[in-house]
């Protein structure tokens, strides 16, 4: 099977119904996205299969065949991306564990909704958890991506 | 003249106060051929002929953000760009001294060495340099990673300097920076990590992957003491990928691991797969098989045992006009970190290489070189980065179980929890039952103070016979009561345990700050003062709470305490001293049913000096939502000896929709030590909001998650 992950086409011929999780980290090497539940309950595991983040523990890879799945490494080329860049800024990650999968979910959030409320913000991120208490920071990363987004009208 | 000396490993140990141990291998900032023209100033720093600095972290991160501490510590007093320092974490090894990374002692403990270990390496520098242009080393001075001659003006770089100086003997007592003249320390400084954590790059032990790599999942005896009965593994043996399944004899002391049944495969997915395939029977006739409602009457029978009394002043047994006595239950708590223990061992006939996320990676070495039973030289124990801790990781029982495979199997294996496996097979926080008695004067202040405290000791990983707690653990909020009443007594009683007990961020000093913080503000209550006004009243008026007091004042100003509150709106407020910091605590909630919901959380420190205050006030921040989720949320309770929680589902950690606005305040004390950060900022959160809790329902809760009725 053929997958299109972070803008490159990669052949795929184990189980189809591996979850993507452990396709990308065991098959394809792709090691950003992390495991933290296997049940779709911490959210460490967000990718994008096409614009939406979803929890690549529950998602079997024959659910993405011919679809764009992005993970953190494909998120931006060299950490560019406006939330990367973000949470570096606001020192965002203590462990950084859960961090890829934070960012993940933000960005399919801002991608669309560019300018979420904070109640918009709370309930889009409420599925992923972080041990660490880095929530603030989060928060506040977001809002300032947010605040400077030029959204065309 | 200098006499030239081999390296400079004396200096370290003479230090860090440690005995002698083997090289500083392993780097990832450069690549192996780099590596070798690293020139080795002493234990803790390198610098490469371009430059490069690379400075050992020899205390484990787990997200208390230590890589980036040391490193800016040394960098300072070396003198160097921050932009050219690699940050490597140490493998375990003797020579770094104590790593065992708890305690909250990182940098309480070693910020004067590591400065001393900057300060060495550049004086070398400079005598390299003074050597080199043969002028006295007065004449030199550094800057930036340069040493210039101040007559000349001439530059060298400490890159080109490195060889020659690496041959200096260390100097014993190299000048340090006075804290004018600091450039990092005390500043903000950008993390080591966060690029590399931001962009998919940051290795955990989870993300090690080396060749012909087997992995394995576990079954473990749901009570512990249990004994394999009979493995049924046709059905897993049949799932593609899986190569063998193999079974764990439970070891001892201090290793603590259950005995289980490991399905070994070529990937995660496959030796999950094969795990729920695979069928297990137990006995469990020698495990003990308690449940939740007898532990808790065995807590409270614990006050029936021969009480170790911590402290005994006056005569608690005095007539008062009135008497005040509570009793407090606190549950088993999990560790649940976001990256579950994990570990990779390759056991080969030279000996042991192991890649683990562990708190303290001497103890796996020693606990892997006793398994093997081969000279714990031959045991590397490389840290990875750790997806947190909190205590859990101290342990170093996953890694032994990757060991255990390797060696059965022949290939490196690594062992990943699952959720589940790391709910159920946790060292877990003490559970407790507390009374406390007070007796009050007229004037509503307490005269005497009867606090009775059971809870399993944490020694037991060491000693399975241990039947007395540490001193320590009482003093974590109880034996050390900082109030001022003539007449105390404090008892603990050690209660075991029917589940194995370690130690979780702040260990006993959660549920000895609920319960002191209810009491003190009860009192309050009572006697009809503010609960700031009666704890800066009843304070010991000394030196140390006196600091205490003031980081109470501070935090109560930041809260506005005294101004009124909008409708609904509840406060609360609690202060706690430990790991020698002291801390406040003003939490605002509103109540709506049952459901307590909270608003904002105003929490301050003071921890002495502060050496990297973005990771003191992110530590705080992190503390707090820490606190809320024991508060409100988490328990782990027992049905006939096993753990009935599994995942986040039941076993539940704040998210982002209650993490409240939290403030907060850094008391900066230059001329006192650093003290601890990781752990003080938890304790108080509990009793906060149960106090808030009180002021908007009335109801006064005592048992930790606080449910209202």
Known sequence: ?153 | MNSVISLSRRQAIKLFGLTAGALVIGSRALSGSEKSRLHRLNAFVSIHPNNTVEIICHRVDMGQGLRTTFGLIIADELDVDWKNVRVISADGDAIYGNQDTDGSVSIRQHYEAARKMGATARAMLVSAAALEWKVREADCKTDNGFVINIKTGAKNSYGSLAAKASLLKAPASPTLKTQSEFKYIGKECKSVDAHDIVTGKAIYAIDIDIPNMLYASIERSPAVGGKIRKVKDAAALKVSGVKAVVTLDAQPQSVNQEAGVAVIATNTWAALKGREALVVEWDLSKAQRISDTKRIRDLKAGFNLKPQVVRNEGDIKLATASSYTAEFYAPLLAHASMEPPCAVAHVTAKGCEIWAAIQNPQRLRTAAAEYLKIDEKRVTVHVTLLGGGFGRKSQPDFGIEAVALSKKTGKPVKVLFTREDDIKHDFYHADSYQEIKVGIGADGMPVTWHHKTAFPTFMTVFNADAKELLVEELNMGAGNLPYDIPNIKVEGFCVPSPVKIGWLRSVDNVFHAFAVNSVIDELAHRANIDPVDYRLKLLKKNAFMERLADVIRRVAAQAEWNKPLAQGLFRGFASHDSFSSYVAAAVTLAVEGTDVQIKRIDIGIDCGFIVNPDVVKAQMEGATIFGMSLALQQQITLKKGIVEQSNFHDYPVVRMPECPEIHVYLANRAKDPPTGVGEPGVPPIAPAIAAAVFRATGQRLRTLPLRLA
């Open chain 1, 1 to 153: 099977m053929k997958l299109d992950i972070n803008n490159t086409t990669k052949e795929y011929d184990g189980d189809p119904d591996r979850p993507l999780l452990w396709a990308l980290r065991d098959i394809l090497g792709l090691k950003g996205t992390k495991f933290g539940c296997g049940k779709g309950l911490c959210g460490a595991c967000t990718i994008h299969i096409d614009d939406d983040a979803v929890k690549a523990c529950l998602t079997p890879v024959r659910a993405a065949e011919g679809h764009r799945i992005t993970t953190i490494e494909g998120l931006s080329e060299d950490g560019s991306h406006p939330l990367q860049e973000a949470w570096e800024e606001f020192q965002v990650p203590q462990c950084g564990y859960c961090q890829a999968g934070q960012i993940m979910c933000a960005a399919a959030m801002l991608k669309a909704n560019p300018k979420p409320s904070d109640e918009q913000i709370n309930s889009a991120m409420a599925g992923n958890i972080c041990r660490c208490g880095t929530y603030p920071r989060i928060r506040a990363a977001i809002k300032s991506v947010a605040a400077k987004t030029v959204v065309k009208t």
